[in-house]
């Protein structure tokens, strides 16, 4: 695409040539359909206008220095969204059709793929929704499974520059035996408030403590936390948060690294400890935080110096993205090369 600054795209929606839909109906999945609209005609009744009977994914394919294109851990998300399916009564969608309804988006949506070096990546976006009617509440008989992809820079404007995070007791993201482990669009509803806060006093995200006792560290708005000290990656243990896949391999990639790493509870009092935190996803990659600030308290706890995130997480970000990009060899079996011709 001549006309598209690759390099300056934000994480937002641009307009591609086609997506997929795949319907299940009459107790089985129809046929993977290739659409240019960017609408879907729903029942007025269906369940995921009116009872959240809704999960999406999100993942993303990059252009290699070699020309080639590559998918980053896709069966793990095929993975989640069963499990996001499982937990709210929908239809799991088999990792076929997950799989082959990526690979058409992204073979139809070709010039689309950013460019090596620009930062920028394809943006998959797999969405599940309860299509068939019912007025009283109960799961659907039909489904929609749809994937659009579109081109995006780093979710935060900053890229790898450290942000401020807002941690908000005003307001919870989800209950221990909630839906928080799974992706459902009602939990990012359910934080819209306290991102909105955080915006507009100035903070890059909100950051979510567990919403039963109010004093762990359950995660950021679009990503999973990490702590690093004493030489070990820290990253919360929580029921309500979501298993984040990237946080999943930042782990290994630490252990590799020589780091030790640790899944478990973290208090709020122990942010005090850390010498580097960070948000982590597929959207945010690695957001090294500078500073985060408690809406109650208005305790503060700095962590970068001069605005230069740590030396750990820069060589965490770099070691991913060299995996995802093909840069350098990926030995844990992570990425797969897309045949788009
Ligand atoms: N936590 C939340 C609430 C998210 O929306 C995301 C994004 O998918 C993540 C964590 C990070 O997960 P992943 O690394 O699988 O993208
Ligand atoms: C992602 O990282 O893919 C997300 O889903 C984060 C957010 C944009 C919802």
Not at 234 to 252: A, F, Q, R, V, W
Not at 287 to 310: A, F, L, M, Q, W
Request: overall charge neutral; proline content about 5%; aromatic content about 12%.
């Amino acid at each position: 695409m001549e006309n598209i600054d690759w390099k300056s795209l934000p994480f937002g929606y641009l307009k591609t040539d086609y997506n997929t839909r795949c319907t299940y109906r009459d107790g089985k999945w129809g046929k993977i359909e290739i659409s240019d609209s960017e609408y879907v005609n729903v029942h007025i009744a269906a369940t995921g206008l009116h009872y959240g009977q809704e999960a999406f994914e999100g993942l993303k394919a990059f252009m290699g220095k070699d020309g080639k294109v590559r998918l980053f851990r896709w069966q793990e998300n095929a993975e989640r969204l069963r499990n996001s399916a499982n937990g709210i009564l929908m239809q799991e969608v088999p990792n076929e059709i997950f799989y082959e309804s990526i690979i058409t988006v992204i073979k139809n949506n070709k010039r689309f793929i950013p460019p090596y070096g620009s930062g920028a990546s394809l943006y998959l976006r797999p969405l599940l929704f309860g299509s068939g009617a019912k007025v009283g509440i109960s799961p659907a008989d039909e489904y929609t499974f749809l994937v659009f992809a579109t081109p995006v820079g780093p979710y935060f404007k900053q890229g790898f520059k450290p942000v401020d995070m807002l941690l908000t007791r005003e307001f919870d993201r989800a209950a221990p035996r909630g839906t928080g482990n799974i992706k459902v669009g009602g939990n990012y509803a359910a934080g819209l408030r306290g991102m909105r806060k955080a915006h507009a006093n100035g903070f890059a995200s909100v950051l979510f403590l567990d919403a039963k006792e109010k004093k762990y560290i359950d995660e950021c708005g679009p990503a999973n936390f990490f702590g690093i000290k004493n030489n070990t990656y820290i990253t919360p243990k929580s029921d309500s948060i979501l298993p984040s896949i990237t946080n999943k391999s930042l782990i290994e990639l630490a252990k590799d690294l020589g780091l030790n790493a640790e899944r478990r509870p973290i208090t709020d009092v122990e942010l005090e400890t850390f010498e580097e935190v960070g948000a982590c996803g597929t959207a945010a990659v690695i957001s090294p935080i500078r500073k985060i600030v408690d809406d109650e308290t208005g305790k503060t706890y700095h962590y970068t110096k001069d605005d230069i995130p740590g030396p750990i997480s820069t060589k965490l970000y770099h070691k991913l993205q060299a995996i995802q990009t093909g840069d350098e060899p990926d030995k844990f079996g992570w990425v797969e090369i897309v045949k788009i011709d």
